[in-house]
């Protein structure tokens, strides 16, 4: 059994594609996944299943699913616990040293980005934010507010599924996918 973690994409916001995450957790169940727990209402769902099942087909079975119980597309990004740890470790901002006012952010996305594609994103402001791909993931550092964000606001132009966590939630994520 290994142990997975999705995360929806643009749930639960200003009142749009609204899911309770009780209903989510009995619909992983009853896709038969083991140790289903849910993490706040932003869509973070960790479950065991079959190491042979491919993140591609989980993330599509999954996507499917949503549709059909709740009747509207989700896009579902997918990592193993094992690749989320890495995704922690590999984290090039120093957590411990922000200065006031600054946070991480970690950008997952379901496929490596194009070189082409990652042109299209405007290139950073040095006062508001820095960024690094790192694969499937794109950490930011932002000195202010997300919501400032030129960058952040571009990523749909990868052309793949992407949704965003804060490092709060990617450690919480991490310490939960623990006790699995």
Same mark, same amino acid.
């Given at each position: 059994?290994?142990?997975?973690?999705? %995360?929806?994409?643009?749930?639960?916001?200003?009142?749009?594609?609204? &899911? =309770? @995450?009780? $209903?989510?957790? !009995?619909?992983?169940?009853? @896709?038969?996944?083991?140790?289903?727990?849910?993490? !706040?209402?932003?869509?973070?769902?960790?479950?065991?299943?079959?190491?042979?099942?491919?993140?591609?087909?989980?993330?599509?079975? &999954?996507e499917e699913k949503i549709a059909a119980v709740f009747?509207?597309?989700?896009?579902?990004?997918?990592?193993?616990?094992?690749?989320? +740890?890495? !995704? &922690?470790?590999?984290? #090039?901002?120093?957590?411990?040293?922000? =200065?006031?006012?600054?946070? !991480?952010?970690?950008? %997952? /996305? *379901?496929?490596? #980005?194009?070189?082409?594609?990652?042109?299209?994103? #405007? +290139?950073?402001?040095?006062? /508001?934010?820095?960024?690094?791909?790192? *694969?499937? $993931? &794109?950490?930011?550092?932002?000195?202010?507010?997300?919501?400032?964000?030129?960058?952040?606001?571009?990523?749909?132009?990868? =052309?793949? #599924?992407?949704?965003?966590?804060?490092?709060?939630?990617?450690?919480? %994520?991490?310490? /939960?996918?623990?006790? /699995?």
């Amino acid at each position: 059994m290994t142990t997975y973690l999705a %995360l929806l994409r643009g749930i639960n916001v200003s009142g749009q594609k609204l &899911i =309770k @995450m009780a $209903e989510l957790k !009995i619909m992983f169940e009853a @896709m038969g996944f083991a140790a289903v727990k849910t993490y !706040i209402q932003s869509g973070n769902v960790l479950f065991g299943s079959d190491p042979e099942i491919s993140e591609r087909a989980l993330r599509e079975r &999954i996507e499917e699913k949503i549709a059909a119980v709740f009747g509207f597309g989700v896009s579902v990004i997918v990592r193993t616990a094992e690749e989320w +740890e890495a !995704i &922690i470790q590999s984290c #090039p901002y120093d957590a411990a040293n922000l =200065k006031e006012g600054e946070s !991480i952010y970690v950008t %997952l /996305l *379901g496929d490596r #980005p194009e070189p082409e594609d990652l042109k299209r994103i #405007p +290139e950073a402001d040095p006062s /508001l934010e820095e960024y690094r791909v790192n *694969g499937r $993931e &794109i950490y930011f550092l932002f000195h202010q507010s997300i919501r400032d964000s030129k960058v952040a606001g571009s990523l749909q132009k990868l =052309k793949t #599924p992407v949704t965003t966590r804060n490092w709060n939630t990617m450690n919480k %994520l991490l310490a /939960l996918a623990r006790t /699995l």
